[in-house]
């Protein structure tokens, strides 16, 4: 563990040998920081990711520099499908401690992989299509798009459970079930997963069981068990053939007439039944092969669209405006930023397009660097400016000042002495431009009167 203030090795004191500063309170900050990434180790190990993120988090920002707590974040974020927060983790670590950094390694992994950058990329811009289908109700498109992102990215945590959701909401909660299963075996503890895996079950859980009525008891018979009835009949044994014959004939008669009265028009209600059923089956046939060929046409629609669309981002990769160059740009940047070459920073950045890459964590860093960059590159350039303006150095001050312009154009002492050089040069049209846009759009600073004086000079 090093001091703060002076770099030297510290011991179990409460203060530094070497500078005498107080790092009590920072020893408990580099010990919690510690003892978070110790958790988030274990969380991680366990497979409760989101619980080991957590932790994680905590630990980097008590101590930015623990790279270890970094490096393993982006493990972490990388193994839940969110490629783009882990890379910015690592791009941090790598400029945080650029020798000996593991980070390097996960870094090259990828750039190395065209086809992988592309991959992750497309996964982005697929799963924000289906978020936007979502929002506005095409839960059929959301649910494609989702499937084609996971089949892309198989971890993403969050694609899992947003396909669960559009299940859930068509009603569909035993499709739901497979997603979640998938979410939780990446990410055990996710307490979104586990919430919806609670209402899916509330949703299948049976009815309580109503208390049954017993049946009557059977009516018992008046008759006791010991009388015997001998009905009584009117039968006399005859001898004569002639009735028996004419008893068969009786009976064939009957069975033919009960055969034309019952059983045939009882065979013609089940013939016409199972023709109703069939013609029922053959018209849901239909019915389900028309949503599906109206399905494919539209999923045709959104293929053709989302081709251009690839092959617009393709051409957005190629050339000195791509994605693999934006990410050099930005490295470059923070390289410069931390060298304190903060002139070289904020040149690039200006000079770089940031729209190329949409994403949260580059819009983030893009802007936290560029503010400060460029406050310290202008404050600087401005200084040396008005210093070369003071002693009639007047075209050291406009190249300096026409820099700091570039990378501020709103600040007023820039304009003001940066029209003056031009005059001072000779070049009275173009120093008037300068100190007109004081006049324009700054009535209030105090270089609007020195501009109207020096106007017409």
């Known amino acids: 563990?090093?001091?703060?203030?002076?770099?030297?090795?510290?011991?179990?004191?409460?203060?530094?040998?070497?500078?005498?500063?107080?790092?009590?309170?920072?020893?408990?900050?580099?010990?919690?920081?510690?003892?978070?990434?110790?958790?988030?180790?274990?969380?991680?190990?366990?497979?409760?990711?989101?619980?080991?993120?957590?932790?994680?988090?905590?630990?980097?920002?008590?101590?930015?520099?623990?790279?270890?707590?970094?490096?393993?974040?982006?493990?972490?974020?990388?193994?839940?499908?969110?490629?783009?927060?882990?890379?910015?983790?690592?791009?941090?670590?790598?400029?945080?401690?650029?020798?000996?950094?593991?980070?390097?390694?996960?870094?090259?992994?990828?750039?190395?992989?065209?086809?992988?950058?592309?991959?992750?990329?497309?996964?982005?811009?697929?799963?924000?299509?289906?978020?936007?289908?979502?929002?506005?109700?095409?839960?059929?498109?959301?649910?494609?798009?989702?499937?084609?992102?996971?089949?892309?990215?198989?971890?993403?945590?969050?694609?899992?459970?947003?396909?669960?959701l559009l299940y859930m909401k068509n009603g569909e909660p035993e499709k739901a079930v497979k997603p979640l299963k998938k979410a939780l075996a990446i990410d055990k503890c996710n307490p979104l997963t586990l919430k919806y895996m609670k209402e899916i079950r509330d949703q299948n859980e049976p009815p309580e069981k109503k208390g049954g009525q017993t049946k009557p008891a059977a009516e018992r018979s008046s008759v006791s068990g010991d009388d015997v009835i001998i009905p009584k009949t009117n039968y006399r044994e005859s001898n004569a053939g002639g009735i028996t014959v004419l008893n068969v004939v009786i009976g064939i008669a009957i069975g033919a007439a009960l055969m034309w009265f019952l059983v045939f028009p009882s065979k013609e209600k089940m013939l016409a039944e199972e023709n109703n059923r069939k013609q029922l089956e053959i018209s849901e046939q239909l019915e389900q092969k028309n949503s599906v060929i109206t399905g494919l046409e539209t999923e045709k629609k959104a293929l053709e669209a989302e081709k251009q669309k690839l092959e617009a981002d393709l051409d957005a990769y190629k050339g000195k405006d791509g994605v693999i160059a934006a990410y050099q740009e930005i490295l470059n940047a923070v390289n410069a930023y931390l060298a304190e070459d903060y002139i070289t920073a904020a040149q690039v950045l200006v000079a770089m397009d940031q729209t190329v890459i949409q994403t949260e964590a580059f819009a983030g860093v893009y802007t936290v660097m560029l503010q400060d960059a460029g406050t310290r590159a202008v404050n600087e350039l401005y200084d040396d400016g008005y210093d070369a303006y003071a002693i009639g150095d007047y075209e050291t001050s406009k190249e300096l000042l026409n820099k700091a312009h570039e990378i501020n154009p709103d600040h007023t002492g820039t304009l003001y002495y940066l029209g003056r050089s031009y005059q001072r040069l000779g070049d009275s049209?173009?120093?008037r431009k300068y100190l007109q846009q004081i006049i324009d759009r700054f009535p209030n600073d105090h270089y609007y009167q020195y501009a109207k004086q020096y106007i017409d000079r």
């Open 1 to 164: 563990m090093e001091c703060y203030k002076c770099g030297a090795v510290l011991s179990d004191s409460d203060f530094c040998h070497k500078c005498g500063a107080d790092v009590k309170l920072y020893k408990k900050i580099l010990k919690s920081s510690d003892a978070y990434y110790n958790q988030g180790l274990s969380r991680a190990q366990e497979r409760d990711l989101s619980g080991a993120a957590e932790c994680l988090r905590q630990s980097v920002k008590l101590n930015k520099h623990n790279t270890q707590a970094r490096n393993l974040l982006g493990l972490v974020y990388f193994e839940m499908g969110e490629a783009v927060a882990a890379l910015s983790q690592w791009v941090i670590s790598k400029n945080l401690q650029p020798e000996k950094n593991i980070a390097d390694t996960y870094l090259n992994a990828i750039q190395k992989n065209a086809g992988r950058l592309d991959t992750i990329n497309q996964t982005i811009k697929k799963y924000n299509q289906a978020l936007n289908y979502a929002k506005q109700d095409s839960a059929d498109l959301a649910i494609i798009q989702l499937k084609k992102v996971l089949t892309l990215n198989p971890n993403l945590v969050k694609g899992h459970q947003l396909l669960a």
């Open 429 to 431: 049209e173009t120093g």
